[in-house]
């Protein structure tokens, strides 16, 4: 399976890991001051509570909210946090998806089996406004998943197509990282899915996760031969957003990578010739 993104600096470290200026709630005392394993966990928890409340105040049917993890919710949902319990609970899996798809962080991280769909998010994702003399590099992760019954923390999921009709185009799937079996007060380690050792110890002498880079300035030709393959964003995305989008995308082709303002002023100012490529 594959993901595109839009940096070859990134790790592959889900949204609601990432710690540091930038990163969802930073700040926020939930952060600042409980960095333990199970403050990550009631953290997560707190976010999935707020989205499902949401959806219940908005008349939203999410699929997996189901009437007993309502009353689950309705306690506290204490019982997804026992640290004998592995986390996510896979009770919680296609609520988590359809929060994914709408930009709430969570513990999956996205992944396609089509590697035009990965190169595409790469493409389309990535800043085309250059604002550094050194040409930037996206980057598609291939994770061969032969042996992901033998792994222990990384899970591979794969939700209902009815779970979103944005996953179903875009032929999705995720990994998450389990936590379980540990101190209330351990230290929070964020671990990056190319460092879990687990994933190269089952695969015998192959490599298991390779990571493709292109400069950044072949992005809009990338974005090109997507859409020719009938990979852009009215069709990963079902509607008019999508279609919209595949006119944002359409516009980038045709402009290709520009130098920011600051790096321009930069060149002038040096005596450089502005014309990077």
Known sequence: MFRGQPSDKYKLTPSVCRRGTGSFAYGSPRRVFDASTAGQVAFELEILRRFLIGCDRSGLNVPGY?????GTL????GSFQSPHIPWPSTQLYEI???AQHYDVPTRLLDWT???FVAC???ASSANLEIDCREMPRLAIWALDTTSAIHWKTVKVIRTPGGTSKNQAAQSGLFTTHEVKGYNPDDLYQVEALEDVEEIYSTTGSHTPIVKMTLPVEEAPALLDLCSRLGVDGSTLFPGFHGVAKSVKDWANIEVGV???QSLIQEYNEDGYDPDFH
């Open 258 to 260: 520009r130098p920011s």
């Open 113 to 115: 089996e089509r590697s």
């Open 74 to 77: 309705a306690d506290g949902w």
């Open 66 to 70: 189901t009437e007993q993890l309502s």
């Open 120 to 122: 595409y998010f790469a």
């Open 96 to 98: 988590m998806a359809v």
